[in-house]
Every structure is written in C-alpha cells, then in structure tokens.
C-alpha cells in the first residue's frame, strides 16, 4: 500500500502562488503516472495535471500556463507549482499516483 501525504495547501489571494507537494512512502521512480485532480464537493474530481513515466506533463485548459507539475526524486515527492491564481481554483486538490490517492488538501483563493 503506497502512502501518499500532502501538503502546502491554505488561504491564498487571487494572484498570488502556491506549491503543493505530495510525498510517496515508496521511491518515486516506481511509477509510471503521478497527477494532480481537484475536487468541490458535491462534484466530480477534475483533472488538473499529470507526468507520466518519460516526464511528460499534460494540464487542464483552465491551468495550462500557470500551473507547473514536476517531482523530486530524491526527496520522493510530487509538486504542483500554481501562478496566478483565481478563486476558480478553490478546491480539494488530491494527489494521484498510480491506483492510489492523497488525502486532499484545500486551496481557498480569497482576499
């Protein structure tokens, strides 16, 4: 059983940045897909990013050009780096590595 812990999530003011990390229990080189999926309750999970095993990312249309995927494998972790950020993107972000999930963390965009 892979454990994955987020974390950076909290208040941000629209414009502002935000990195969100996601720390494996297990060496991160074992996996072929890792992403980032967000969710309001009551909704559907989104997608939002994802690097799969040759480092390639892809991103949702609504982040393309502000939000940054990308890991550190000596430190097993998994990042999402997000710019400019808009109330748009208040939701629980989970962390998604293979068949396994994060808890969630929230980010609230808000002055």
């Known amino acids: 059983q892979v454990q994955l812990v987020e974390s950076g999530g909290g208040l941000v003011e629209p414009g502002w940045s935000r990195r969100l990390a996601c720390k494996t229990s297990?060496?991160?080189?074992?996996?072929?897909?890792m992403g980032w999926y967000r969710q309001v309750p009551g909704k559907e999970r989104e997608f939002v990013a994802s690097?799969?095993?040759?480092?390639?990312?892809n991103y949702s249309d609504s982040v393309k050009s502000r939000f940054t995927i990308f890991k550190d494998t000596r430190k097993n972790t998994l990042y999402l780096h997000m710019n400019l950020l808009e109330p748009e993107d208040t939701d629980v972000y989970f962390c998604?590595?293979?068949?396994?999930w994060g808890q969630g963390t929230q980010i609230t965009v808000s002055s």
């Open positions: 297990e060496s991160i080189w074992k996996f072929n897909t």
């Open positions: 690097l799969d095993g040759s480092d390639t990312a």
């Open positions: 998604n590595v293979e068949v396994y």
